[in-house]
């Protein structure tokens, strides 16, 4: 089992940029694959990037292409998610997950375990 918990959201001016964390605590956290998720009120959750467990490859959302980056170190036991050109539409809460298959997978019931999320708020 593993643990997670995310940082790093807070109000942000549109056009800003912001660097989420999740730390792992728990098991071997190169053993699983990290995604980040987004959510708000009324919405889905919705899938925002994953990175394998090396950290070599990742894939992200269309919407985000070009704006988030993705990247893990695993001797930290943490995942990073750096959003860049922030918009008013990036709003939400962002969930970090982690599962055991294959890092492809871009469905949040594929994943076992969630941190708490951290609210990004961006202002126009």
């Known amino acids: 089992q593993v643990q997670l918990v995310e940082s790093g959201g807070r109000l942000v001016l549109a056009g800003g940029s912001l660097r989420l964390s999740c730390a792992a605590s728990?098991?071997?956290?190169?053993?699983?694959?990290v995604a980040w998720f987004r959510q708000t009120p009324g919405k889905e959750r919705e899938f925002v990037a994953t990175i394998s467990r090396s950290g070599s490859s990742t894939l992200a959302a269309e919407f985000v292409k070009g704006r988030f980056t993705l990247s893990r170190d695993n001797a930290k036991n943490t995942a990073y998610l750096q959003m860049n050109s922030l918009k008013p539409e990036d709003t939400a809460v962002y969930y970090c997950a982690a599962g055991t298959q294959a890092w492809t997978i871009r469905s949040s019931g594929d994943y076992d375990y969630w941190g708490q999320g951290t609210q990004v708020t961006v202002s126009s």
């Open positions: 728990g098991r071997t956290f190169s053993s699983y694959t």
